[in-house]
């Protein structure tokens, strides 16, 4: 009876101490510091950021004339001076206008002729300039054609600004995600409150200025076809615009 209540008592003991030495170490486990290797947060890449942009890189003349027949839409907005074509030539001297963000020009062909000086500041005039023969389908009554620099010919090689200048695809389609109300401001080249750089650039044109280098957080004065616009970004949203006194 003796020996069978040592026994009892002895395994009570180990039980207890089983449980203590098990609550000990649960209490370690949940109190130590924690060294486990974190997952690094999950970059947001913005939805503007994932659209694809075709690009063509054309190289000779034919690429450019292989537009014919086809739409693209200006995404160099504000920059490029496009003139009358008479007699299949560039008329260099009065421009007809200045080509829009997001405007669709249904290209006709592609010429090469010597351009004067005045009508090289965005596009080089190498030994030849070449030009882009378009017409403007959404200018209701608007049947001629126009003539707008997309690159030049220097010493036999051709360097062409298309990929950089335009859109192969319908941007209403590559941004539609903008919805509805911000590219209603931008086929009317208007800035409302909301909207990011981007779109701000595509209605009012890429010609500004900045003093600060802070994508989306900064004052940016769009030169706006000669109506300078202040705009104001916090987060890359539009806070505050009003027009500006200069460019």
């Known amino acids: 009876m003796e020996n069978g209540a040592k026994a009892a008592i002895g395994a009570t003991v180990v039980l207890v101490l089983a449980v203590g030495i098990r609550v000990g170490l649960i209490y370690r486990e ?3 510091p924690d060294n486990s290797v974190k997952a690094p947060a999950r970059e947001v890449i913005p939805e503007d950021d994932l659209v694809f942009l075709k690009k063509k890189r054309p190289d000779t003349l034919k690429d450019i004339k292989d537009l014919a027949g086809t739409t693209v839409w200006v995404s160099a907005g504000g920059q490029l001076e496009y ?4 007699g299949h030539a560039a008329q260099y001297g009065k421009a007809a206008g200045t080509l829009l963000g997001a405007e669709p020009l249904v290209v006709k062909d592609a010429i090469e002729q010597v351009a004067p000086k005045a009508a090289t500041f965005r596009i080089p005039g190498g030994d030849k300039q070449v030009v882009m023969v378009f017409t403007r ?5 608007d049947a001629k054609e126009y003539a707008v620099p997309v690159g030049y010919r220097q010493a036999g090689q051709y360097t062409f600004y298309t990929d950089e200048i335009l859109f192969y695809d319908d941007p209403h389609e590559l941004y ?5 109300e911000i ?5 009317s080249h208007q800035v409302i409150l909301g909207m ?4 701000v650039e595509l209605a009012l044109g890429q010609v ?3 003093t600060s280098n802070d994508y989306g957080n900064r004052m940016v004065v ?7 616009m202040a705009v104001t970004f916090v987060k890359n949203k539009v806070t505050a615009f009003r027009a500006d006194q200069g460019y």
């Open 222 to 228: 769009f030169a706006n076809l000669g109506k300078p």
């Open 30 to 32: 949940r109190n130590a």
């Open 183 to 187: 590219w209603t401001a931008v086929d």
């Open 176 to 180: 539609k995600h903008w919805g509805p």
């Open 196 to 199: 990011n750089e981007r779109q």
């Open 137 to 141: 389908p959404d200018v209701a009554g």
């Open 208 to 210: 500004s200025k900045s």
């Open 83 to 86: 003139y009358p074509l008479v």
